[in-house]
């Protein structure tokens, strides 16, 4: 495969966020490609050992500190291999690869964390994402996902609100004055919309032509 250039966007200021993202993506290669586990075996031990935590904390001893056949050591008894294969430079850019880099980026985007991430969507299924969206840039699998956040958790009031007014989620927000980010975290409960500020609740209902209390969650 040839290797492929993510362009980075929207990531938040950390010195850390590209060797986070770039350690992940080898984590999730080298325990497929080269140690023969399955997406979703590399994926289940990167979880229960505990390494999830760590980068979302982007612990520097674990996501700067270490390499990824380091970190690979640490998940190998929660892996089906009995030893890995001898640490290589690789250069190819595998879907792997891909999964473990906008993984990383959503992360860090949204603060969601991995754990919530593979609840809303298999390994198999994040992987199957590649093809379509492998050259866009990370924004696009944060936009594609988070729709599927809120598919998959029933959609809201603002969102039925907002769909029936024929409105996108970049329209309502500039309709509202509401921030675009704002509208897309109430739509998938990562914020509580029922705890917003009243301003931006009468924005929002304005725009939406309904009363501030339809847009509360029961």
Request: proline share 5%; with cysteine.
């Amino acid at each position: 495969m040839g290797e492929y250039h993510y362009a980075v966007i929207e990531l938040p200021s950390s010195p850390y966020a590209h060797d986070l993202q770039e350690v992940l993506a080898f984590v999730f290669d080298i325990g497929v490609n080269l140690a023969g586990c399955t997406g979703a075996q590399v994926a289940h031990a990167f979880l229960a050992s505990g390494l999830a935590e760590e980068f979302e904390k982007q612990n520097p001893v674990y996501v700067a500190g270490k390499s990824s056949y380091d970190l690979l050591r640490t998940m190998l008894p929660l892996l089906p291999c009995e030893e890995l294969p001898a640490p290589s430079l690789r250069y190819d850019r595998t879907p792997d690869f891909w999964v473990g880099w906008v993984l990383a980026h959503y992360q860090m985007v949204t603060g969601c964390s991995y754990r919530s991430i593979f609840a809303t969507a298999t390994y198999d299924e994040i992987r199957s994402m590649y093809w379509p969206l492998h050259e866009a840039p990370e924004g696009k699998f944060v936009a594609v996902f988070d729709e599927m956040r809120t598919e998959r958790a029933g959609a809201t009031n603002l969102r039925m609100l907002r769909e029936a007014a024929g409105l996108s989620q970049s329209q309502l927000a500039k309709a509202s004055g509401v921030g675009l980010r704002s509208i897309q975290l109430y739509e998938q409960r990562q914020k509580d919309i029922n705890k917003a500020q009243g301003i931006a609740l009468y924005r929002l209902s304005r725009a939406l032509r309904c009363t501030m209390e339809q847009l509360l969650e029961r």
